[in-house]
């Protein structure tokens, strides 16, 4: 069974600028989770998806925002970039249950300049 | 609200030697209790699970027990290798995941 994949592997970008990172999670896993990773604030979670709509939220402005396909699909958005958007991105695929594991892709690591 | 508190590391062992990564949590209800792992330049993989009290979740030599009377999930392994060498993440699930801060071990040969 293939893993979680997340495209690009790595981006750059511009202060300023918006970027659109996304998620294929594992075949018949409906919920996508996305999460920041940073050496100050570890790991934090961003939103997750289940069927389509979003479950659940975190923390975080409204620049960040993602959506999820009927493929189970999913892309992040993040729009006028700061400094401090660069981080790792990671996203996670579980299937419906609330208690059960989340496997994780590579992740995207997003430089912003 | 949830959370996990993990020992502060880096920790740092000869090979061979017993390992232990400390971690409490706080939660209401009866989470899901999870170790995972991050090589450098990777995500994150499950290291092991467990789902209820006294639940006991092992996986490549490494054993955590899930206790809820001391809402503790302590990372264990008897005999580590340069190879452990990564951040662990101890983490519980309700809902959303909630990770503890990392553990990185360095194991020297």
């Known amino acids: 069974k293939a893993g979680v994949t997340q495209t690009p592997r790595y981006l750059i970008k511009t202060r300023g600028q918006q970027v659109t990172l996304s998620c294929s999670p594992i075949s018949g896993h409906r919920s996508v989770s996305w999460y920041q990773q940073t050496p100050g604030q570890g790991l934090q979670f961003l939103f997750e998806?289940?069927?389509?709509?979003?479950?659940n939220k975190g923390n975080f402005p409204g620049r960040f925002s993602g959506r999820q396909f009927s493929n189970s699909r999913s892309e992040m958005n993040v729009s006028t970039l700061e400094l401090g958007d660069s981080a790792l991105y990671l996203c996670?695929?579980?299937?419906?249950?609330?208690?059960?594991?989340?496997?994780f892709g590579n992740g995207t690591r997003l430089t912003v300049t | 609200g949830n959370s996990v508190t993990q020992m502060e590391g880096p920790v740092t062992l000869s090979e061979e030697a017993f390992l232990t990564i400390n971690c409490t949590y706080t939660?209401?209800?009866?989470?899901?209790l999870f170790w995972y792992v991050q090589y450098p330049g990777e995500g994150l993989q499950l290291l092991l699970k467990?789902?209820?009290?006294?639940d006991k979740g092992s996986n490549k030599g490494f054993e955590a027990t899930y206790r809820k009377e001391t809402t503790s999930f302590h990372l264990e392994k008897g005999s580590v290798q340069v190879s452990d060498s990564a951040v662990y993440f101890c983490?519980?699930?309700?809902?959303?995941?909630?990770f503890g801060q990392g553990t990185t071990l360095q194991v020297k040969p």
């Open positions: 998806y289940f069927s389509e709509t979003q479950r």
């Open positions: 983490a519980l699930r309700g809902g959303k995941l909630i």
């Open positions: 939660a209401t209800g009866y989470p899901s």
């Open positions: 467990a789902t209820k009290a006294d």
């Open positions: 996670a695929s579980a299937n419906r249950d609330l208690n059960s594991p989340l496997h």
